[in-house]
């Protein structure tokens, strides 16, 4: 008995371990444990860098949101965030507001709100790969449009 | 109760109260402790697992329950025929009954049992002998929610 | 010969000549496992279902008894034997086997004395030479039948009882003066008692008053008192119950002794294991009387005993329906024989 309780717990954290290997983004692999905040990012590097700093400082500023990221495409910007603890209760309430208070300030801008981990992650993903020089502005594009697609296909 | 007990002849509830006495009550607060720690050791693991595929596959927070169930319930049919999962039961009662772990060891310690009386009387009979009733009052009461939620958004209260 | 309302005087003193016991895992682990003639590391003892194990070990116990007596089963006349599996079919099965005549008794776990009570009264009145008796259970067999899987993780109470894995036989027959064995000399057969509790898992609680019951008969027809015996052993009370038998046995006026009074379901295991208020099922009082309690006598522990056996006649059908657990027990006494008496 004693034995076979052993073997799983030995499998259980071998599962665990391997699972941390084999990663090149150290900051990503932690994204959902701690705040993040990773850079503004436009996937063209010519286009409005000021203008992403300033919508992420908007987001921010609501109370209940903490650690954003702002990826600014051709046509689509994502913003992921993430709520705080208890105020995850009222997520539907606080993705309203943020949507409202965004459109109106910036009308002409196609937003992607989301607070889902797994965007977060790949957010985090495409800009840390972006800022290491491992994706070109072109295949940043492509993966932006990727997510932007999976977070409406949840909807 | 009350109804029952009027029903009792007066030696039958004289002889009850006498047999109160001795009777060994279950420790209810130290059952919940250990129903709490255990329960959310669980959760623990299932978030882990929810997390694991987060990470490497592409589930995002609202897909990933159904892997995750799917793994949990897995990992309890483990444990259900190693024979661990119902000694955990006794230690942590509600604690891992109620999760999906839970739902699955009924499942599949039915199975096991009745394995002996053939795979179409025996398993397939009585496989949801426990989880039927689980499952006929879960869907059921679904339905009644979903119901009222649909009458309410129709006469738009919602 | 019938003495006061309910009880038998075997007044020709039928011996129990040789017994056998067979046992599983768990009370291999257990208090008493040196009084086991059978023990199996295998709760399946080699079969592929437990009903099947269940059986092995009832015609174990057979087998091992008539070895022990040096008898051929063709020497014996009669077989009581019961257990609580629907329809009794692990005896009857074994009784296929061992092509023994054969009664079927149902007493649910009273059914080892209520055989003794039997077999001891068809031998007193010469009905039969030898006649082997015995009961048998099975936790994983009884559970499944009774309860939930054996693997489902429910939590149960403390009030809650470990049956047990084992069957337990004895051949009574004629009395032959000279020889140094335990013989029956009374019995008191019981009356259904219900005191309207339902809970099957305090199977003790409910068992209790009729315990209590059969044994103030006993020594209300006997015209006896308590004192008379060394030890008064119920079957199956387990921690509850056999607290609630001692105050209910006490406030009718009987005197009786803690230490004089015990129970086998509280004998069998060690405190460590996790049967909760303690040992039940057939095979407990008949595994705990044929093995422990006669092998005690012979080496002069005890003298005189009662062994009361307590059966809650309940079936899963019938506290599903919320009925009340009806509960039966029968009580016989056990002597040694006096040497050249």
Redesign the interface.
């Known amino acids: 008995?004693v034995y076979?309780?052993r073997v799983?717990f030995i499998v259980c954290v071998s599962l665990?371990v391997s699972?941390s290997q084999g990663q090149t983004e150290k900051e990503s692999q932690l994204a959902?444990m701690k705040t993040t905040n990773p850079n503004p990012t436009v996937t063209e590097n010519n286009s409005d860098q000021d203008n992403v700093e300033r919508i992420e400082r908007e987001v921010e500023s609501i109370d209940e949101i903490y650690d954003v990221a702002v990826v600014k495409g051709k046509e689509a910007t994502l913003i992921v965030y993430k709520v705080k603890h208890m105020q995850r209760f009222r997520m539907k309430q606080i993705e309203k507001d943020l949507n409202k208070k965004l459109e109106e300030k910036y009308p002409n801008e196609q937003f992607t709100v989301s607070s889902?981990?797994?965007?977060f992650?790949e957010a985090v993903r495409l800009v840390e790969r972006k800022d290491n020089g491992n994706l070109s502005d072109k295949q940043a594009e492509k993966r932006l449009n990727e997510i932007v697609k999976?977070t409406s296909a949840?909807k | 109760m009350a109804s029952k007990q009027k029903k009792?002849?007066p030696?039958?509830?004289k002889?009850?109260q006498?047999?109160q006495k001795?009777?060994?009550?279950?420790?209810v607060l130290k059952?919940c402790i250990k129903a709490f720690f255990v329960g959310g050791l669980i959760c623990v693991v299932g978030q882990?697992i929810s997390?694991?595929y987060?990470?490497?596959f592409?589930?995002?927070?609202?897909?990933?329950g159904n892997p995750t169930v799917a793994t949990m319930v897995f990992l309890s049919m483990?444990?259900?025929?190693?024979?661990?999962?119902?000694?955990?039961?006794?230690f942590?009662?509600?604690g891992?009954?109620v999760p999906v772990t839970?739902f699955g060891?009924?499942v599949?310690?039915?199975a096991?049992?009745?394995r002996?009386e053939g795979f179409v009387l025996g398993v397939g009979g009585n496989m949801f002998k426990?989880a039927g009733s689980v499952i006929l009052f879960g869907v059921f009461s679904a339905f009644v929610v979903a119901l009222i939620k649909t009458l309410l958004g129709m006469w738009g209260v919602l | 010969m019938l003495k006061g309302k309910q009880s038998w005087v075997f007044q020709n003193r039928p011996m129990i000549l040789s017994t056998g016991v067979s046992g599983g895992p768990f009370e291999a682990n257990g208090n008493l496992a040196d009084d086991f003639d059978i023990l199996h590391e295998d709760l399946w003892m080699g079969m592929?279902?437990?009903?099947k194990a269940q059986r092995v070990l009832l015609e174990e116990a057979i087998t091992t008894t008539l070895k022990k007596a040096k008898m051929e089963k063709e020497q014996i006349e009669f077989l009581f034997a019961g257990d609580l599996i629907n329809q009794i079919t692990p005896s009857s099965f074994a009784a296929r086997t061992v092509q023994i005549p054969y009664f079927g008794l149902f007493g649910a776990c009273s059914t080892s004395m209520e055989g003794l009570a039997l077999a001891s009264f068809v031998v007193n009145y010469q009905g039969a030479r030898n006649v082997l008796t015995g009961a048998s259970s099975h936790n994983a067999a009884t559970e499944?039948q009774f309860r939930?899987?054996?693997?489902?993780?429910?939590?149960?109470?403390?009030?809650a009882q470990w049956t047990v894995t084992g069957a337990g036989v004895g051949l009574v027959t004629e009395n032959n003066p000279g020889q140094q064995h335990p013989v029956t000399t009374s019995a008191t057969i019981g009356k259904v008692i219900?005191?309207?509790?339902s809970d099957p898992f305090?199977m003790g609680?409910a068992m209790?008053?009729a315990a209590a019951d059969t044994i103030m008969a006993h020594f209300r027809d006997l015209e006896l008192d308590p004192s008379h015996y060394d030890l008064i052993i119920t079957g199956d009370l387990g921690?509850?119950g056999h607290?609630?038998a001692f105050?209910?046995i006490n406030k009718s006026g009987l005197k009786l002794e803690r230490k004089q009074f015990q129970d086998c379901g509280l004998l069998l295991y060690k405190d460590d294991q996790?049967v909760q208020?303690g040992a039940s099922g057939a095979g407990c009082s008949a595994t705990v009387l044929y093995g422990h309690l006669l092998n005690q006598m012979k080496k002069g522990v005890y003298k005189r005993i009662l062994v009361v056996a307590t059966g809650a006649l309940l079936s899963p059908l019938s506290f599903q329906q919320k009925e009340s657990i009806p509960c039966i027990a029968h009580a016989v006494s056990i002597e040694m024989n006096e040497v050249g008496g």
């Open positions: 008995m076979i309780i799983i665990l699972c959902l889902d981990y797994k965007i992650l999976m949840m | 009792m002849t030696q039958q509830q002889y009850q006498l047999q001795h009777e060994l009550k279950r420790p059952n882990a997390y694991f987060i990470y490497y592409d589930f995002t927070e609202q897909s990933v483990l444990l259900t025929g190693f024979g661990v999962y119902d000694r955990l039961g006794q942590a009662g509600a891992s009954a839970g060891n009924a599949i310690s039915a096991i049992e009745h002996t426990l | 592929d279902s437990y009903e499944k939930y899987p054996t693997e489902y993780g429910g939590q149960k109470p403390p009030t219900d005191m309207g509790l305090n609680g209790a008053p921690r509850i607290d609630t105050e209910l996790p208020a």
